[in-house]
């Protein structure tokens, strides 16, 4: 069993940045492909950003790319969400996720959640 713990997130004015870091626990990290997602109120939960398990293969929203850089350190167990020029339209719930070996872009492959952190951009 995988248990994630997310952490970075907070309140910051449109155009600024932040970091988020999701560290794992009780598993092989290095086996698991990692991804980030979102849940602004009132909408479902949608893809951000993933990472296979080699690091190889990186996927981007849109809405995010050129914006936002995802990376994992293995021998940390932990995979980090590089968030600039933030919007307020980024404001939401962000969730780590993790799957085994491949990267996708569907949130229903992910088998591990975490609690979420929340982003609020202030316009």
């Known amino acids: 069993q995988v248990q994630l713990v997310e952490s970075g997130g907070g309140l910051v004015q449109a155009g600024g940045s932040l970091r988020l870091s999701c560290a794992a626990s009780g598993g092989t990290f290095s086996i698991y492909a990692m991804g980030w997602f979102r849940q602004a109120p009132g909408k479902e939960r949608e893809f951000v950003a993933a990472?296979?398990?080699?690091?190889?293969?990186?996927y981007y929203a849109d809405s995010v790319k050129g914006r936002f850089t995802i990376s994992r350190d293995n021998a940390k167990n932990t995979v980090y969400l590089q968030m600039n020029n933030l919007k307020p339209e980024d404001t939401a719930v962000y969730y780590c996720?993790?799957?085994?070996?491949?990267?996708?872009?569907?949130?229903?492959?992910?088998?591990?959640w975490g609690q979420g952190t929340q982003v609020t951009v202030s316009s």
């Open positions: 996720a993790a799957k085994f070996w491949a990267a996708s872009r569907s949130r229903d492959d992910y088998n591990y």
């Open positions: 990472i296979g398990w080699t690091g190889a293969s990186i």
